[in-house]
């Protein structure tokens, strides 16, 4: 029985060698791209960065008229797209809260300005899910 497992787990280990394709330089990992949206590299990327922080897009949100009378709070996500410039461009809601809220979370995300983000030390398109909190001042809990 030890034979026959040792022999299986041989072919297996075997086979897998087999079947991967060789990587000839870091050259060709550098630039490998799956699905158009995953770039591997080897360490040189860079995540955009909001101008500001996300600090200086929630100081920028007026509460919607109708959110704050039907006291909704919560959070609407944003997906967008950093450009190479660092203008957002392709907005659209990922998850909402209505009332208002996700009309006023685009119009905060397009007032934006980002440092782009970079592969290589090359600016680069990346789309990014910003999250904005949407909560009442000066809230009583009643138990």
Same mark, same amino acid.
């Given at each position: ?23 000839? %330089?870091? %050259?060709?990992?550098? &630039? ?23 600090? #200086?897009?929630? #100081? ?10 039907? &006291? ?39 007032? %934006? ?26 809230? %009583?809990?009643?138990?």
């Amino acid at each position: 029985m030890k034979i026959f497992i040792t022999v299986l787990f041989s072919f297996i280990l075997h086979f897998n060698l087999i079947c991967q394709e060789p990587v000839n %330089s870091s %050259s060709q990992l550098k &630039n490998a791209t799956l699905n158009n949206f995953t770039t591997i590299t080897d360490g040189n990327e860079k995540a955009p960065v909001l101008i500001g922080g996300i600090s #200086s897009l929630q #100081s920028k949100i007026i509460y919607p008229k109708e959110a704050k009378a039907k &006291n909704i709070e919560g959070k609407v996500f944003i997906k967008c797209k950093i450009t190479t410039e660092g203008l957002v461009e392709e907005i659209k809601v990922v998850k909402g809260l209505g009332f208002g809220c996700d009309e006023e979370a685009i119009r905060v995300v397009k007032s %934006s300005r980002w440092i782009p983000g970079k592969i290589n030390n090359r600016p680069v398109e990346i789309d990014v899910t910003i999250p904005l909190i949407f909560k009442l001042e000066n809230r %009583s809990i009643i138990l």
